[in-house]
């Protein structure tokens, strides 16, 4: 069955600091992969996407991940964090028929000043 | 253009009432997608819409639950006999297409509280 799995329910980073949030999937296929940020009272924002190719992506605002299929993980990064980072980190899995997508439990940044 | 709209953003019911909720996608947009965001859930896939078709209804959780489509566009999803369990923020995406690759842009959500 198809399964995302965000070890870290609540991660707390100092501004500044550098960030990894962990994603673990379970996909039959070679997997499309996202992760989306969710900050308070808004709607779900693409940060990045994986199909194939170059297994190290960037996104928008600073942030990068890297596709690990030995690991089936896709681990989301970034150099330097900001406080307006502080939001909800979803990872998701697409269905490649459908499209439908299968979010992790998601993580909660806070950031420290 | 504007993004993916929903209506209403705040909606209070009593158990066992019906409620509507509509969601208005990006202009162009033939896939739409609705989830259901809860605290014990987390993101679920509840349907999704190819057009006026929904090929995927695998996640509506009861038969309570339905959506319908018109005209390639508006959609909305219908909770009949409302219980407490179906508290939650509904969210509404829309994509360019449907083969899994296509950015989903999400709306702002319902937030559905039943008393």
């Known amino acids: 069955a198809q399964s995302v799995t965000q070890p870290d329910i609540h991660i707390t980073v100092s501004e500044g600091a550098s960030l990894e949030l962990r994603c673990n999937y379970s996909?039959?296929?070679?997997?499309?992969l996202f992760w989306y940020v969710q900050s308070p009272g808004q709607g779900l924002q693409l940060l990045l996407k994986?199909?194939?190719?170059?297994?190290l992506v960037q996104g928008i605002k600073g942030f990068e991940a890297e596709f690990k299929r030995s690991q089936s993980s896709f681990n989301l990064r970034k150099p330097s964090v900001h406080w307006s980072d502080a939001a909800e980190y979803f990872c998701?899995?697409?269905?490649?028929?459908?499209?439908?997508?299968?979010f992790g439990q998601g993580t909660e940044l806070s950031v420290k000043p | 253009g504007a993004g993916v709209s929903q209506s209403p953003s705040n909606k209070v019911t009593e158990k066992g009432k019906d409620v509507e909720l509509r969601c208005d996608p990006i202009?162009?947009?033939?896939?739409l997608y609705w989830y259901r965001q809860s605290l014990g859930q987390g993101l679920e896939f509840l349907i999704y819409?190819?057009?006026?078709?929904?090929?995927?209804k695998s996640g509506l959780p009861s038969d309570r639950f339905s959506a319908e489509r018109t005209g390639g566009s508006v959609s909305t999803l219908t909770i009949q006999r409302t219980q407490q369990e179906d508290s939650a923020v509904y969210l509404c995406?829309?994509?360019?297409?449907?083969?899994?690759?296509?950015?989903?842009?999400f709306g702002p959500g319902t937030r559905l509280l039943v008393l």
């Open positions: 202009s162009g947009h033939t896939a």
């Open positions: 819409f190819q057009g006026n078709s929904a090929p995927d």
């Open positions: 998701a899995v697409g269905a490649h028929q459908g499209g439908k997508l299968i």
């Open positions: 996909y039959g296929a070679t997997p499309y």
């Open positions: 994986y199909f194939s190719g170059d297994t």
């Open positions: 995406a829309s994509s360019s297409g449907w083969g899994g690759k296509e950015t989903q842009y």
